[in-house]
Nanobody
């Protein structure tokens, strides 16, 4: 049984930092592409934030987080992280991680096979 468990969310002031974790079980993150998505208040759609390919050598970021967020893997811990710096109130959302067995970067949410339950991030102004 595959499980993705997000953690690390919370309340942070504008300009602050948080690091989210996506701990995987039932799969090995070194052979899966993993993405982070967010669902902001009032939006039904989950927005792409970042993705990392299976070998960790390639990443993609949504333009609004580029230069502020970093996605990376710790294969020994079977965990993918999203480091978030210089946070803004508009980063407030529920953040989800997702995984798919591919070597290529995946941006479209429906292409992911597994999803976590989400973690709330709130950035105060």
């Amino acid at each position: 049984q595959v499980q993705l468990v997000e953690s690390g969310g919370g309340l942070v002031q504008s300009g602050g930092s948080l690091t989210l974790s996506c701990a995987a079980s039932g799969i090995t993150v070194s052979t899966y592409g993993v993405g982070w998505y967010r669902q902001r208040p009032g939006n039904e759609r989950r927005e792409f934030v970042a993705t990392i390919v299976s070998d960790g050598r390639d990443t993609l970021y949504e333009d609004r987080v580029k230069g502020r967020f970093t996605i990376y893997k710790d294969n020994a811990k079977n965990t993918v992280y999203l480091g978030m710096n210089k946070m803004k109130p508009e980063d407030t959302a529920v953040y989800y991680c997702a995984a798919v067995a591919t070597t290529k970067p995946v941006v479209i949410a429906t292409n992911y096979d597994y999803w976590g339950q989400g973690t709330q991030v709130t950035v105060s102004s």
